[in-house]
């Protein structure tokens, strides 16, 4: 049921994409649900955002460009006077503090044919899914440091920074853009907690422990007041019966001399 | 006359009734503590690098504990049936020993299971799972118990994580600052790993896609064998002491009664 809400949800949006202010999203949360991570967000590619700007004959391809937030003050162009698109990359801005740089390039997502999410439960279809819906933003950590990376480096981004995003369609041919979307909302990556701030104290003591503990002292107070009482009337039994003894021998002494007197 | 001697006797029975149900108590009491101390779910090394492992200093006591009650329940039923005060005497001493070792275990038992909880395990989990650098002998050897037992438990419950898998997420750790966030935005055996032991969809994982990875939290699958070992030695060792209290006190009473 949830799969097919989720096409259901992707067809409308691509009808009503036309009308709406065009952004990067987030990809679906219900698809990917550890979104933003700590240097990594994951967006869903452009669909049906630029069909009103593709002519048939010519090819396209998409730039991804990514700033923080606090860069908009400084710059937030994506092309130059000729309207060519920046070729800015992620050293040069300084992770996207000084201004936009370009995170991606990939071609134009199929309008007339999108991915169908309820795939993903499919082993053997889920990469591909994933691929064509959305892209992964700091997905590669090790191209900063690759001296022989010739690619567009796609490197983690910050943790507790906001980020915006742009896509741009730029026509191969010409090399000048051609459509681009505003800058999407501001996206902020997590913040991470210290370990050492777990309160780990249990708090109050469980019922099962007070009643354990309260019931058995209370036994044993009783068993050695028991002990005790049993040795002592044990003691003074004792005494009592060796009393006895000698007060008894004392009355058979004198008992019996009575039947020889008696008998005389 | 015979009223008495009756009644000595209905009571003789009922001691010698009362001191087999100990000494086979005391037999299971063994047992149901040797099962505990054998560790079946290997989670030993959790509470070990806790410095919290009194619940297996409280079985250990329970292993002893129930073959001495097994022992005096048979110089007890001698001691009844012979009507010897030495005899009884010193299964009386003895066995208040050995209650106050059970009631010291119980405690135990009891006490340390409410420590328990899962920010202790999240934290041990934080700092101490694929640490690299140990300083001496122990923290290596506390490290190496703790990083097995959660591949283990990851592996064989699918689950991640103490709460969940977010906990890798929002708290940073030793994990975290050999493993990039990018790659490893929790460790391997949370995701869902075919036969051959490596991810069915490793981007699907990263990207927490339903299905790819293991979204429960590994804390019940810790907590259920930890419950069962705290409250059996401490649950049923209580009931052992409650039933030896009333034989002990009729021991004596009947002790005292005997003649020389």
Known sequence: M???????????????CADQSLKPQLAASQLATNNPTLTTVALEKPFCMFDSSLSPNKSYIIYLY???????AISS???DNSSKPLDSTFQQTSGGQLGPYKAALFKVPNCASPPKLADVGDVNKVSDVLKQYLFRVGDDGTCLYDPNFLGVCNPPL???????????????TEGIMKGQTLWSDPIKTRRVKLPLKIDTWPGRRSGDMIVITSILSVLVFLLLAGFLASVSSAVMGSDNSSA????MSQTIQQSEPRPQLSSE | MAKSDDGIHILQGLLVFGNVVIGMCGIALTAECIFFVSDPHGLYPLLEATENDDIYAAAWIGIFVGFALFALSILGIIGV??????????YIILMLITYAFEMASCITAATHRDFLTPNLFLKQMLERYNKLETVNNNDKWMTEGVTKTWDKLMLQNQCCGVRGPSDWQEYTSAFRSTHSDADFPWPRNCCVLDARGSPVNLDGCKLGVP??????GCYDAISGPMNTHAWGVAWFGFAILC??????LGTMFYWSRIEY
């Open chain 1, 2 to 16: 949830c799969s097919c809400w989720l096409v259901l949800a992707f067809c409308c949006l691509g009808q009503l």
């Open chain 1, 66 to 72: 990514a700033m923080k937030e606090s860069a908009s």
């Open chain 1, 77 to 79: 162009l994506v092309t």
């Open chain 1, 158 to 172: 910050a943790p507790d920074t906001t980020y915006r995003f742009k896509y741009v369609l730029l026509d191969t």
């Open chain 1, 244 to 247: 006895k003894t000698r007060c």
């Open chain 2, 81 to 90: 049936i012979k009507s010897n005060r030495t005899l009884l005497l010193v």
């Open chain 2, 211 to 216: 299905g790819y990875y293991n979204s429960n």
């Open chain 2, 243 to 248: 039933w030896t209290f009333c034989v002990l």
